[in-house]
């Protein structure tokens, strides 16, 4: 999301699927982890951090690079200094295999992750699972041997999904993904689709979703882009489908029409508090200062915040920071 990025740091989404360990620690270290600036909020705490439990800590706090990230990057960063931490701010790292690593290494402490991406990407199932509450828990378990310890996640499930804008909802009447490949199968010239360069590769990207769905798509039917281009080129109809994400803000500002998922394929992408294990055993107290923020966290408040950055042109960090003084989670110091 091209609104989203910050100078200096790598760019890039999610990246596909696992390589070596090696090739991974060396994506962290191309990421430049040795730098990064310290959070001077000037924040006091409100519902959270009261009694500033983690006064003395000092964590790294980091992100993906993309809006949504930056914001709960931010986000978490405010509620450790509203509950004492002094918190150096290395968000917005390209790809998931950085703030993967960076997390897992000890280089971070604390980052937002997705279910999801961890269970197919980082843990190398093909299989998603269907209940949001299993595939967290399954990453969970898994990733304890990993040095990570994941805590309760939020209802805020950024997945995928294909759109349309709405003159070419009413022109062919698609609503569902089936109705998708039923079109690409009687007008295959009708079906055009645009995706960022990993969903075009992904296991639980186009190539999964064509299977599924039984949907042929000649290669010339698909262009790959930039996520933030997607949106306006299928919004001009320069692209029949486009691929996005459901918890992007510019889905109702574009007035864009969201094809359903009906035979579910899409997995589960729930944001919850993926910890260093260490660092969660040297300052348990982690858990219960994040606790009320993750539990606040939907979609709707995604696409709020989210809109406000890639719509609105806000900062990410500034409008994190209004959320959480307008929630009552911190207060000015």
């Known amino acids: 999301m091209s609104t989203g990025r910050r100078t200096g740091w790598c760019t890039g989404r999610r990246r596909t699927a696992l390589v070596a360990a090696g090739a991974l620690l060396a994506a962290v270290s191309g990421c430049g982890l040795t730098s990064g ?55 917005g790292i390209q790809g998931s295999v950085g703030s993967r690593e960076a997390v897992r290494g000890g280089d971070a402490d604390a980052s937002y992750e997705y279910t999801g991406t961890a269970w197919i990407t980082y843990l190398g199932n093909s299989d998603p699972l269907p209940e949001p509450d299993r595939q967290w828990e399954a990453v969970r378990d898994a990733d304890r041997r990993n040095g990570l310890t994941w805590l309760a996640p939020s209802a805020l499930n950024n997945t995928y999904a294909l759109a349309m804008n709405r003159a070419a909802a009413e022109k062919y009447g698609t609503r569902t993904l089936s109705d998708v490949a039923d079109l690409a199968e009687s ?33 010339g039917n698909v262009t790959q882009m930039d996520t933030g281009i997607i949106y306006t080129q299928v919004s001009k109809g320069s692209c029949t489908y486009g691929e996005v994400f459901t918890t992007d803000g510019r889905i109702k500002s574009m007035g864009l029409v969201v094809m359903a998922d009906d035979r579910g394929f899409f997995p589960h992408y729930n944001a919850a508090p993926q910890i260093n294990s260490r660092t969660l055993e040297k300052y348990p107290q982690i858990a219960e200062v994040l606790a009320p923020v993750t539990e606040r966290l939907d979609n709707e408040v995604a696409r709020e915040l989210n809109a406000r950055v890639d719509v609105d042109g806000e900062d990410p960090h500034a409008v994190a920071l209004d959320w959480m003084k307008t929630e009552g989670f911190v207060k000015e110091g």
């Open 187 to 219: 007008d295959p010239g009708a079906v055009t689709v645009c995706v960022e360069g990993e969903f075009a590769n992904r296991a639980d990207g186009l190539p999964g979703l064509q299977r599924t769905y039984g949907m042929g798509l000649p290669a």
């Open 37 to 91: 600036s310290p959070m001077v909020d000037d924040v006091r705490p409100g519902s959270v951090g009261r009694g500033q439990p983690l006064k003395g800590a000092e964590l790294t706090v980091t992100s993906k690079e993309f809006t949504e990230q930056l914001v709960l990057g931010a986000i978490m960063g405010i509620a450790f200094q509203a509950a004492g931490a002094e918190v150096l701010d290395r968000t």
